[in-house]
């Protein structure tokens, strides 16, 4: 089992964030979680969690939010606690993953700026060549956000857009989340069942069912 570190920034999209940790508490890994100022606002604003200021009480909001099967699981830091085991390519994370992940965390990460937590535990994961993912958001995308991401995917970083694909066939808002999710777990290398896998059959074809 491992350790993983998450990042929870200021885009939108904590409900991909939310289920990511408790896929992978369900799968028996152990999770850092870090969530920036920005980020305990946006998570206010589309979950109904309260973090506090500056997200200062998630880990009091933690039992309620994720239930106590995955809080036990996670350790959690706060923005400028540069301290933090996942500030050193010694802590033994396996894998970063900034879930959402918003332009202005892309941008400083990209350029090495390290002003927090979260973006330290990602230019960790990229000088120690680990498996860096971001799970971006955005729209329209910039040049400026084009150029990060290009500029990330060449350092070896997995981009992973919030942005869900339709030909799945969701029925519902949790299996259009879970369908990307499940990309993140592929990302990581880790068996998973969330999400469908792509059969090859056009639904409407003569003779097949459609997607399974
Ligand atoms: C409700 C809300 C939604 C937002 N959604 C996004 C988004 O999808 N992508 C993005 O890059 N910024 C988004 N922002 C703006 C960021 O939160 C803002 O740029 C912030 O400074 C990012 O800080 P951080 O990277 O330290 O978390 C949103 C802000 C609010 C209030």
New binding site residues.
Partial sequence: MSRYFIGL?????HLYGERLMRALAALGHDLDLAL????A??LR?ELGVDAGPEGAELEASLPRWLGEDTARRVRVFKSDEIEAPASSGTAGIAAVILC?C????LARVSAGFSSNLVERAADVAIKERRPLLLVV??TPLSEIHLENLLRMARLGAQVLPAMPGFYQRPENLAELVDQLVGKILDGLGLEHELGKRWSGELAGDPGLEGCS
């Fill in positions: 920034t200021g885009a939108s999209g920036t100022p920005a980020g606002k946006v604003h959402p918003s332009m202005g965390t958001r955005e």
